[in-house]
């Protein structure tokens, strides 16, 4: 089955530093992928969705110089938390659409990135 | 904003089933229903989805009404490891985002 690699699982960082996430499709092409945030005991928020080759779509509300994002590659999309905050301490999640399969399993999340920040 | 309303929590016996509402009274003609599920500290994981009939895979069966404004998931033989934030998605495969609404927190009772 398809598969999406997120690293690092967890991280720490100091206030001001930044933090760079990667999200990997391992056996498939990624033309999208989509970044989440999850603070604790809430749901998932769509932060931006991130297309190979071109700039990404950001959600409502969401500081696109704070998070960057850059998909290089049809299997590799990052996120960087600039100049981290401890409000920026949260889960991120990524998941990667696969090409369209028909109405199937088509989008396959990571495991997530606990990022806190002190 | 999420297009379906769940129940916050639920409780169920092991070993019993567990039947997860969904409403999504505003269902369009060519979105489809999905369910994904969060178990504690990892990313979602697809349990089923479907359109209009009724759907059974080897995690669990969803059964749709007929004018698909509402579903139910169904896990036959719930045991402690279903414990998990369940989520209920309508969206048109192709194209769209996926927006979660808040789920339903499902505990499984020893």
């Known amino acids: 089955g398809a598969v999406v690699s997120q690293h690092p699982s967890w991280v720490i960082c100091k206030s001001g530093t930044s933090v760079k996430i990667e999200c990997r499709s391992l056996?498939?092409?990624?033309?999208?992928m989509f970044w989440y945030r999850q603070f604790p005991k809430q749901s998932l928020m769509l932060m931006a969705t991130?297309?190979?080759?071109?700039?990404?779509?950001?959600e409502q509300g969401v500081e696109k110089d704070k998070f960057l994002i850059n998909h290089a590659s049809l299997t590799l999309s990052t996120l960087t938390v600039t100049s981290a905050h401890p409000e920026d301490s949260s889960f991120y999640i990524c998941?990667?659409?696969?090409?369209?399969?028909?109405?199937?399993?088509?989008?396959?999340f990571g495991s997530g990135t606990r990022l806190t920040v002190v | 904003d999420a297009k379906t309303t769940q129940p916050p929590s639920m409780d169920c016996a092991e070993g019993r089933a567990a039947n997860l509402p969904c409403n999504h009274s505003?269902?369009?003609?060519?979105?489809?229903v999905y369910w994904y599920r969060q178990i504690h500290s990892q990313g979602p994981q697809y349990i089923i989805h479907?359109?209009?009939n009724n759907e059974t895979n080897e995690m669990a069966s969803l059964i749709i009404t007929e004018d698909r404004k509402s579903s139910t998931l169904i896990l036959p033989h719930a045991t402690l490891r279903d414990t998990a934030v369940y989520y209920c998605?309508?969206?048109?495969?192709?194209?769209?985002?996926?927006?979660f609404g808040k789920g339903t927190r499902l505990h499984i009772l020893p």
């Open positions: 998941s990667a659409k696969r090409p369209y399969r028909g109405h199937s399993d088509g989008y396959t």
């Open positions: 056996d498939f092409q990624a033309t999208t």
């Open positions: 991130s297309n190979e080759g071109s700039k990404a779509t950001y």
């Open positions: 505003t269902i369009s003609g060519n979105e489809y």
């Open positions: 479907g359109l209009k």
């Open positions: 998605i309508v969206f048109m495969n192709r194209d769209d985002k996926i927006i």
